[in-house]
C-alpha cells in the first residue's frame, strides 16, 4: 500500500500543482479526486485548501466546494508592487548582511543572466532571475517577509515569464539587476533598496504592457 502523505507534504504537492498549471483558474478542486491523486486521506487535503486559501491561491465558498483563484490583471499589477516594498526591504538588509562567500554567489547568477540574455534563453534567464532574488532573501535573513513574498510570487507565477518576452526587456531587467547587485557587494543600504524598487516598478510595468498588448490583440 502507498504511504499516506502528511498535510505539509500535501500542501507543497497542491501548492506546485496550481502554480505550474496543472489546475487552471476557477478550476473546481474536488476533495475526493485531490486525495486520490495526492496518495492522501480527506482531511489533509482540506488542511492543504485552508492553507492555499489563506496564501490566495485557492478560494473556497459555502455550498461550492474549492476552485482555483482567478487572479486577475490588476490584480497581478497590485502584487508585482506589494513586492517591490517587501523585496526593497530586503535588499537593504543583504547589503548589511552580505559576506564574501555571498557577493561571489551573487555576481556568478548575475553572470549566469548576462550568458542567458546573450544567447537569447530566456527560459534560462527566467530561472536565474528567480535564484537570485532568493539569494538575496536568503542572505537578509528575515523570514516574515520571506514568508509574505512566497505567498505574493505563488500568485503571479503565471504572469511572471510573460513580461521578459517584450521586446528589450530582459538586457533591461538585467541592467536593474546589475545596479541591484552592486549596490548589495558594496554594502550601500540605500542604494540597494532603492535599486530594488526601480527594479520591481519596471517589472510592474512590463507586465501592465503586456496585459494592454493582449487585450488589443484581442479587439
Do not use: W
Not at 517587501?86 to 556568478?108: F, P, S, T
Amino acid at each position: 500500500m502507498a504511504k499516506r502523505r502528511d498535510s505539509k507534504d500535501v500542501t507543497t504537492r497542491l501548492r506546485e500543482a496550481i502554480t505550474s498549471g496543472r489546475f487552471q483558474p476557477n478550476e473546481r478542486l474536488i476533495e475526493m479526486e485531490l486525495a486520490a491523486l495526492l496518495a492522501a486521506n480527506r482531511t489533509n487535503v482540506r488542511t492543504a485548501l485552508a492553507q492555499l486559501e489563506q496564501e490566495g491561491l485557492v478560494v473556497r465558498e459555502a455550498n461550492r466546494g474549492a476552485r482555483v483563484r482567478l487572479v486577475s490583471h490588476e490584480d497581478a499589477i497590485e502584487i508585482t508592487q506589494a513586492r517591490g516594498a517587501l523585496e526593497a526591504l530586503i535588499a537593504g538588509l543583504a547589503a548589511a548582511r552580505a559576506k564574501r562567500a555571498d557577493q561571489v554567489r551573487l555576481h556568478d547568477l548575475v553572470n549566469e543572466m548576462r550568458a542567458a540574455v546573450e544567447t537569447g534563453d530566456l527560459i534560462a534567464y527566467s530561472k536565474t532571475n528567480g535564484l537570485l532574488h532568493a539569494e538575496i532573501e536568503r542572505i537578509a535573513g528575515h523570514r516574515t517577509a520571506g514568508k509574505l513574498l512566497a505567498n505574493l510570487n505563488s500568485q503571479v507565477v503565471r504572469f511572471q515569464y510573460r513580461s521578459i518576452l517584450l521586446p528589450g526587456r530582459s538586457r533591461r531587467s538585467l541592467a536593474e539587476h546589475e545596479a541591484i547587485v552592486a549596490a548589495i557587494c558594496a554594502g550601500d543600504v540605500e542604494a540597494a533598496e532603492r535599486s530594488m524598487g526601480v527594479h520591481l516598478r519596471a517589472a510592474a510595468e512590463a507586465l501592465r504592457e503586456v496585459i494592454e498588448a493582449s487585450k488589443t490583440a484581442l479587439v
